[in-house]
């Protein structure tokens, strides 16, 4: 197709404002942010003193820092793995199902649609320990649990107990989406497939595990992309729900960067800790826009 | 397509408004733009009855009131530091009296001095001596205080207290006598909720300042004392003692629930900024026969204080007005006004007795003559920055209780932040 002198310009004059916003407020922002990051600015006003990585340095050997990658970690980890686990099985089950499909689809759907502050809240007053659940409990069933949810401060090999109610609160909001992921996949599948497995005599689990999770797989890894940035930079959900948590059981860098930059008016340690962020999405995100690139070339 | 065009005319609107809104302060026009974050109850109205005698003796200004809502006003100094970093400050701001307003916005020099306005109304002799020392730097004042909070209280459920025959703990070793009785009764002698931690450092301030006395836990802000001497050490254990004492929920909970706590009779006793009076009478508690009320304890004599204050930043676009509007905010009408319906008492000490309630009236008597000694959890005391610092501390400490590694990260703050 040959392109006319004014179809270039009509694209060109549509382009360029979005570029120019772009390339100011998230480009330009994140060249600033790291400026920011390598100088002394402590306090209201700028200040520009070159300090290279120290403020690196020091965030890495600040105790909440390493607290907060830790549960960063698990947290991802975790809440990955509950949204997988439950959205697959849901997905699996809905297939199934002939009457009443859509009903169950749009309620494990709906919790998407809530703002992550909304079930940060909710949340916050059913693991409350003594007017949430262990009340309920003990006033049906009249069994007095201890469990102190999200206010508690053991740990177990680095993982704190009290991330368990937030790990939940998180996939409750979000299983629906891997769901609805799964089953727009499993639709695609070519039915001739199945009947075909059918003839030769294969069972479900032989179905699943040799038609179903190989066909699921490239779907499966974007809607994991999309959940490992939310978690990487979960911020608000966790700040209504538990804040920073007694001795940081529940606090992420999202957190800290509020705090320290906004209340505390450490720019630069703060500019350093959005910078860390950024680079943990990026290694998750970068392989996989590679790997499409890849595909797209080809 | 055409929702492309949608889009591009979007984002041309968007940057049109933007103009004329960096266009829009003009000097000269009769404006003036209160910046706080007094946004609900008692605060909210306090400022509209501030705001009617303003307009009284003004009838031609247009009052703008732009209030931040949320988080005690963490919220809104973030949106304070985007105005005044961006040079659109506005003509006047709320701020804690002390260093949160010198340690930020004095020391980056955005601040005018206040002395003239102090000298023309003859205030310096009807503010306290130590509230004239917290809101001044180099003996230039800064902000003009509406307001005085006491942080260092414990309230006391009266009919616990009467049960078992108890008095209200004077000193420190009354409080742990006290609550060995009530913990035996089965009763939590202490309610805390410190979500958030400030609440735990809110205590652990009135605990060092009972076990050091005012004039050391001054010296722990000008740098003369130092975090990890035997004091503060001994402080530190005794808070431990303190926590051994308080609901286990406490981490869950803000202020106000542990304030429930105490209505309920699930605890006997909380140490809370006179806010706390507020909420009980909100709750319909008899000040006096529900509850009542004691210096926390060791701290008689002794007068924690926080304050609302209104500073002029420098380049305000309506400076003329905005001195006009703190003159309201320090005089006895503004102050007589605002403090009753807020549940605060005057900052000056010649303010009409008949409006205020019992509470109220036993702050004033001891406001005027106790030793005045500024918060650090509402940042009288230190910078913000360094309050980050402490909080910081507090969080691992109330769950580690470590004592001497406190007290090091304590004192590797206090070096880094005391008399900057």
């Known amino acids: 197709m040959v392109r006319s002198r004014k179809d270039i310009a009509i694209g060109m004059s549509i382009v360029i404002p979005c570029f120019l916003v772009l390339a100011v407020f998230v480009y330009g922002f994140i060249g600033w942010t790291l400026t920011v990051s390598f100088t002394a600015w402590e306090g209201v006003l700028p200040n520009w003193e070159f300090v290279g990585l120290k403020n690196f340095a020091t965030l890495f050997s600040t105790q909440r820092f390493q607290i907060d990658l830790l549960n960063t970690v698990f947290f991802s980890i975790f809440f990955l793995g509950f949204c997988v686990l439950f959205g697959f099985t849901l997905a699996i089950l809905l297939d199934k199902i002939t009457t ?17 502050v909304v079930t940060g809240v909710i949340w916050r007053w059913i693991f409350n320990p003594s007017v949430g659940i262990n009340a309920l409990i003990n006033s049906t069933v009249g069994v007095n649990i201890a469990w102190r949810w999200y206010t508690d401060t053991s740990s177990v090999c680095g993982f704190h107990i009290a991330l368990i109610p937030v790990v939940i609160a998180a996939g409750w909001q979000l299983t629906g989406y891997i769901m609805a992921m799964v089953l727009a996949g499993l639709r695609a599948i070519p039915v001739e497939i199945f009947e075909s497995a059918a003839i030769d005599g294969a069972g479900e689990f032989r179905k699943l595990f040799n038609i179903i999770i190989p066909h699921l797989k490239p779907i499966l890894l974007s809607a994991l992309i999309v959940l490992g940035h939310i978690s990487l930079k979960i911020f608000d959900l966790v700040y209504t729900m538990t804040g920073r948590g007694t001795a940081f059981v529940t606090d992420f860098p999202g957190i800290y960067m509020f705090e320290t930059t906004f209340q505390g008016h450490f720019y630069a340690e703060g500019a350093g800790i959005s910078i860390i962020m ?10 996989y826009l590679y790997s499409i690139l890849k595909k797209e070339r080809v | 397509m055409r929702k492309m065009l949608g889009l591009v005319l979007l984002c041309g609107l968007l940057v049109l408004t933007l103009a004329f809104y960096a266009c829009g302060s003009k000097q000269g026009e009769k404006k003036l733009e209160v910046f706080s974050w007094w946004t609900a109850g008692g605060e909210a109205e306090g400022l509209e009855a501030m705001r009617k005698i303003f307009i009284n003796q003004n009838p031609d200004v247009e009052f703008i009131n732009a209030t931040v809502a949320g988080g005690a006003g963490s919220n809104a100094q973030a949106v304070l530091a985007t105005r005044m970093q961006g040079g659109s400050p506005p003509d006047t701001f709320q701020v804690h009296a002390g260093l949160e307003l010198i340690g930020s916005w004095v020391v980056a020099g955005a601040m005018e001095p206040l002395n003239f306005l102090f000298e023309e109304n003859d205030w310096m002799s009807v503010y306290p001596q130590g509230v004239i020392e917290i809101i001044s730097q180099d003996h230039k004042i800064y902000s003009v205080p509406v307001n005085i909070h006491r942080s260092n209280v414990l309230w006391y459920n009266k009919a616990i207290f009467n049960k078992f025959g108890l008095d209200p703990p004077e000193t420190l070793d009354d409080f742990f006598t006290v609550a060995e009785v009530l913990a035996d009764e089965g009763i939590t002698p202490l309610a805390l909720g410190d979500n958030g931690i400030w609440a735990a450092t809110h205590l652990f301030e009135n605990i060092l300042l009972g076990a050091l006395g005012p004039e050391k836990y001054k010296g722990l802000w000008t740098g003369k004392v130092k975090w990890d001497s035997a004091d503060v050490k001994a402080a530190l254990k005794t808070f431990v003692k303190v926590l051994g004492y308080v609901n286990t929920d406490h981490a869950a909970l803000s202020w106000d629930g542990a304030a429930q706590y105490v209505i309920d009779g699930k605890c006997a006793m909380t140490v809370m900024g006179d806010w706390a009076h507020g909420y009980f009478k909100a709750k319909g508690l008899k000040p006096g026969v529900d509850y009542g009320w004691m210096p926390s304890p060791g701290t008689i004599g002794a007068f924690n204080m926080l304050s609302d204050s209104f500073g002029l930043p420098k380049n305000a676009p309506h400076r003329k007005i905005a001195i006009k509007w703190l003159t309201v905010c320090g005089s006895k009408a503004g102050q007589d006004a605002f403090n009753p319906i807020k549940g605060s008492i005057p900052a000056r000490t010649d303010a009409d007795r008949n409006l205020y309630d019992a509470y109220l009236l036993s702050a004033m008597n001891d406001f005027s003559s106790d030793t005045i000694v500024p918060s650090c959890a509402h940042g009288a005391a230190a910078a913000q ?11 691992i400490f109330v769950a580690e209780k470590d004592v001497e590694k406190a007290a090091r990260e304590f004192q590797a703050a206090a070096s880094r932040f005391a008399n900057k």
Not at chain 1, 102 to 113: D, K, M, Q, S, Y
Not at chain 2, 385 to 395: E, F
């Open chain 1, 100 to 116: 009443g499909a859509a009903v169950f689809r749009n309620i494990f759907l709906f919790p998407l649609a809530i703002s992550f």
């Open chain 1, 278 to 287: 950024l680079m943990l999405v990026a290694i998750v995100i970068i392989p």
């Open chain 2, 385 to 395: 920055s360094w309050v980050t610092k402490i909080h910081d501390v507090m969080s």
